[in-house]
C-alpha cells in the first residue's frame, strides 16, 4: 500500500509541474500576443486636390462629403488622439505652432495626463513655435528644447499612452504646424504596436535626459 502511495505521488510530481508549465506558456503567449498586436492606419494629404475642409477654421466639421485626403479630417484625428489619452503624452516635434493641438495638450494636462515636449531649439526662438512652447511651458507642461548648430532635433512622433495596450504612435513627416495642416503634402502614420511603442519610448526618453535642456523663453521677446 505505501508503495504504491509512493508511486502515485511520484507521478503526481510531473503532471503538476506539467500544468505549471503549461500555465506559465499560456501567460508568456499572452503577453506576447499583447505586445504584437498591430493596428495601423496611414492618412496622406495629397497636393493638387480642390480645398475641402480648412483645419485652421474653428468651425470646420469634416464629414462624408469630404474628399479623401481631407487636411481637416487628419486635423481631427489627431485631435481626437490627444483627447483620449489617459495616462501620458511625449512629443517630439521639430516644429510646433498650431495653436488647437496645443489646446488639447493643455485640456490632457488639465485632466492629468503626464505631457512631455521636446521641440528644436532653431524653431523655438521666434514665431508660433515659440508661442506655443511658451503656453504649455506656462502652463505647468515639461518643454524641453534640443538640437544644436547642424543638428537639428528634426523628430515628429507623438505617443500617447505608450505604455497601454490602447496606446498610440502618431509620426510621420508632419510638423503640427499651419502650413503642414494646409498646404503641404505630408504623410501621418497612427500605429499600435507595443513593440514598436516601446521603441519610440526609450528614443524619446533617451532624448530627454541627454540632448534636450529645460525650455526658459526670453520674456522681453514674446
Given amino acids: 500500500m505505501t508503495d504504491e502511495k509512493e508511486s502515485n505521488d511520484f507521478l503526481l510530481v510531473p503532471a503538476l509541474v506539467g500544468i505549471v508549465v503549461l500555465l506559465l506558456l499560456k501567460v508568456f503567449y499572452d503577453l506576447y500576443r499583447k505586445l504584437t498586436k498591430s493596428h495601423h492606419e496611414v492618412y496622406f494629404v495629397m497636393m493638387g486636390e480642390p480645398e475641402c475642409c480648412n483645419p485652421n477654421d474653428r468651425n470646420m466639421n469634416p464629414g462624408n462629403n469630404c474628399r479623401k485626403y481631407c487636411m481637416g479630417k487628419l486635423l481631427l ?53 515659440k508661442t506655443q512652447a511658451k503656453r504649455l511651458k506656462d502652463a505647468g507642461i515639461s518643454v524641453r528644447i534640443s538640437g544644436e548648430d547642424d543638428k537639428l532635433m528634426h523628430h515628429k512622433f507623438c505617443l500617447i499612452d505608450g505604455t497601454s495596450p490602447k496606446g498610440v504612435l502618431i509620426t510621420g513627416s508632419l510638423n503640427w504646424t499651419y502650413g503642414g495642416l494646409s498646404k503641404n503634402c505630408e504623410n501621418v502614420a497612427f500605429i499600435s504596436n507595443g513593440r514598436v511603442q516601446q521603441f519610440y519610448r526609450e528614443a524619446f526618453d533617451h532624448i530627454w535626459n541627454k540632448f534636450s535642456t529645460p525650455y526658459y523663453p526670453r520674456t522681453s521677446n514674446v
Fill in 77 to 129: 484625428k489627431i485631435m481626437n488622439r490627444i483627447n483620449g489619452a489617459k495616462s501620458s503624452i511625449c512629443v517630439a516635434m521639430y516644429n510646433f505652432s498650431n495653436h488647437r493641438l496645443a489646446d488639447c495638450l493643455l485640456r490632457a494636462h488639465r485632466r492629468g495626463v503626464k505631457i512631455r515636449l521636446v521641440t528644436d531649439k532653431s524653431t523655438c526662438e521666434s514665431g508660433e513655435n
